[in-house]
């Protein structure tokens, strides 16, 4: 039996909100061979703690066989990752949280980079790191969702990208001090 997003959130009810107050200690993303090319951290960690997380972190979720569950109990936290083509999107939720909703935040994550980038690949995300960044931004605020319409998210991306044209678009003189 499957279970949708909409039958994990429900319709209404107090209990049911629990489930969407989880917060993200983090999201990494690699590649197969190990490589990090993005990386969100939403607790405060020394520089040397985040490296050795992640070092740790990528070993053992490359050694994982692709047959194995995509959630794994680490320190006291979950782990919930998932490939798409070559890159690993891995989360670290707390304990109590629900990893379902944690892949679908993966998965709507990787559908706004698929639809701003039209179908995404490693070399989007290693050359627009920055997009991929605002992106998930946009998406997520404190390692919580912060909106959950794509057709939202993308709009707000479309404008910023409109802002950065237009402030890099050279205007003339006259037209800097209204003059046009």
Not at 16 to 24: A, S
Request: include cysteine; hydrophobic fraction near 40%; proline fraction near 2%.
């Amino acid at each position: 039996m499957f279970l949708s997003l909409k039958s994990l959130i429900g319709n209404t009810g107090e209990s049911n909100t629990v489930l969407l107050r989880g917060k993200m200690q983090f999201m990494l993303l690699f590649s197969r061979q190990g490589k990090l090319r993005l990386q969100k951290w939403y607790v405060p960690l020394s520089d040397k703690e985040k490296k050795k997380i992640t070092r740790e972190l990528v070993q053992t979720v490359l050694a994982r066989k692709p047959k194995m569950c995509s959630f794994l109990e680490w320190r006291d936290l979950k782990i919930v990752y998932k490939r798409y083509a070559s890159l690993y999107f891995c989360c670290a939720i707390e304990d109590q949280d629900n990893e379902l909703i944690t892949l679908e935040i993966i998965h709507r994550y990787v559908e706004l980079l698929d639809k701003y980038f039209g179908s995404v690949c490693e070399l989007d995300i290693i050359f627009n790191f920055e997009k991929a960044y605002f992106i998930l931004d946009e998406f997520l605020l404190g390692g919580e969702v912060q909106e959950t319409s794509k057709k939202n998210v993308l709009k707000a991306i479309e404008q910023a990208d409109l802002l950065q044209e237009e402030a890099e678009t050279p205007r003339s003189v006259l037209e800097e001090i209204g003059l046009t």
